[in-house]
């Protein structure tokens, strides 16, 4: 059997933006997306970095709302209560990790719904149930849409989905129930684990585990699509980013595979640009 097919990331991405920036133009440009940095993480400050340049590609203004890192609870809360009711604020994220006295769960939940575009809102996930794919959380849109961008018939397929967060696992989960596939949840005490898997046509693993999925846990031909995002070392001392699938061996196997990185991490900014191109709209 030849080697699977690798879902491109930053290939679909580009689509998806390419998209958006006639989507814009139809609105007169008038898009923005307002994040929230709490304190100085590193990743979370490049993260915002490559937020702002993703924007400024296809034409949405980036505003950045930082506090330091001693903000207290009250203090997210009043600037996140600010931005709801700004009438010029159509879209509302929050960069994390947030420091450990600030409460993420309840800032998460108090973003207005409608400017919500991380889709962290437990009303925007649970809508999920409803069949509404707008604000859905963004890692689970860039999941979906690798999924059905490989022409994989899902009504009937058999899905495995390997971990149960609430913002990927459950809402992938969903989301594949929704186009009538027969979905199966893992999580660390599921029995019979490798079984379950080897019988997917489609496989999404999000557990965070690296080299989690191997070859021998991997029906032929099945669809993986790979979460994780481990940093390991390597024999040479360095730190190295690896996902939850042995994609090496596991190539081998599959039908079509989503590397790490340059698989699910560049979709989901697209998906977080969409979600936000949609708000304002």
């Not at 290939?11 to 609105?27: F, P």
């Amino acid at each position: 059997m030849a080697a699977a097919t690798i879902i491109d990331g930053v290939s679909l991405a580009g689509t998806v933006k390419d998209d958006l920036v006639d989507r814009i133009a139809a609105i007169d440009g008038r898009v923005r997306l307002d994040a929230v940095l709490v304190g100085e993480d590193q990743g979370a400050v490049l993260y915002a970095d490559s937020q702002a340049r993703a924007c400024e590609k296809v034409g949405i203004t980036y505003s950045l709302h930082q506090l330091p890192a001693t903000a207290t609870h009250a203090q997210v809360e009043e600037l996140i209560i600010s931005l709801n009711e700004d009438s010029n604020v159509r879209a509302i994220m929050v960069q994390m990790p947030l420091p450990e006295s600030v409460r993420t769960d309840d800032i998460q939940s108090l973003i207005a719904p409608h400017k919500d575009v991380e889709g962290v809102n437990p009303a925007n996930i649970g809508n999920i149930v409803f069949g509404r794919r707008s604000l859905v959380p963004c890692t689970a849109l860039a999941v979906m849409e690798m999924i059905e961008s490989t022409g994989i018939t899902l009504k009937g397929s058999r899905a495995v989905c390997v971990g149960a967060s609430t913002i990927v696992g459950k809402p992938v989960a969903v989301l594949l129930m929704q186009a009538e596939a027969t979905v199966i949840s893992t999580n660390i005490h599921t029995k019979d684990h490798d079984n379950l898997t080897l019988g997917a046509d489609i496989l999404v693993s999000a557990a965070g585990v690296p080299n989690l999925i191997k070859p021998e846990m991997v029906k032929e031909g099945a669809v993986v699509i790979d979460v994780g995002i481990n940093r390991i070392e390597g024999e040479d001392g360095k730190k190295r980013t690896v996902g939850d699938v042995e994609f090496d061996g596991v190539k081998e196997v599959a039908g079509f595979i989503s590397p790490v990185p340059g698989g699910v991490g560049p979709m989901t900014v697209a998906m977080l640009l969409r979600n936000t191109v949609q708000a304002a709209e």
